[in-house]
């Protein structure tokens, strides 16, 4: 049978029998696939190096049925340092769920995979605090499958005349700087957005606001998502 060559990243582990696992990968070319790694527990196994969570590789593999069988996998960035920060595993672990729950098996993602490795990369490297690399994941995201939040002006209200806040197309409420830092981010790219000033009143207020639009427009709640809530 043709072998298949491709990139991946994983995104779920799961053992199986007594030394293999089953790879939840995703590839720009082929989306969301399962890739059984045999042997990979092994201590001298040529696969134990790929078949950790977030792990980025090099592709050789076998087509059976509904799954692949690997063959050949050549690692380029194991994203190790995620490993050494809880607050960075837990972002980390999130964005590997959120990313497995909106990929299609068999359908061709290259934004998609670049997102996720800009993503990790960021959590990995960047010094900045991981939450904020998360939220701003979380609008990109959004927007590259369809479900940009759409920023509105709320009814003034009260007895002061103050400005009124902005507020997402759900009828969330959020306030002007964080409707802005929104903005800003959904409209640069993603080193420039990586780069967008956030404040600690607006991180708290997107990262509770997210949490709410995502659960909205996908119909589900990713368990994960619960430990953002406890990153400072």
């Known amino acids: 049978m043709k072998l298949v060559r491709s990139q991946g990243v994983v995104l779920r582990v799961k053992n199986r029998n007594e030394a293999d696992r089953v790879l939840t990968v995703l590839s720009p070319e082929l989306g969301k696939i399962l890739v ?19 792990c980025y590789g090099e592709l050789i593999m076998q087509p059976y049925r509904e799954i692949y069988v690997l063959n050949q996998a050549d690692v380029k960035n194991s994203h190790y340092d995620i490993r050494n920060d809880m607050d960075r595993l837990s972002c980390a672990t999130y964005i590997a769920n959120l990313t497995e729950e909106v990929a299609t098996a068999g359908e061709n993602n290259a934004p998609l995979f ?10 990995s490297y ?58 800003r981010i959904l409209e640069s790219d993603l080193k420039q957005a990586q780069t967008t000033a956030m404040s600690e009143k607006t991180r708290q207020e997107l990262n509770k606001v997210l949490a709410i639009y995502i659960q909205q427009k996908l119909d589900m709640q990713i368990p994960s998502r619960s430990f953002l809530s406890l990153i400072p």
Do not use: V, W
Not at 155 to 173: D, F, H, N, Q, V
């Open 36 to 54: 059984l790694a045999r042997g990979c527990r092994k201590p001298k196994s040529r696969f134990l190096a790929f078949s950790q969570l977030f």
């Open 114 to 123: 670049a997102l996720l490795l800009h993503g990790l990369a960021y959590l």
């Open 126 to 183: 960047d010094e900045r605090n991981p939450l904020e690399t998360t939220l701003i994941y979380e609008l990109k995201l959004m927007k590259l499958i369809g479900y940009q939040p759409d920023i509105t002006h709320a009814p003034a209200s009260g007895k002061t005349g103050e400005e009124s806040c902005e507020m997402l197309a759900e009828r969330i409420p959020i306030h002007k700087e964080t409707a802005k830092t929104i903005h």
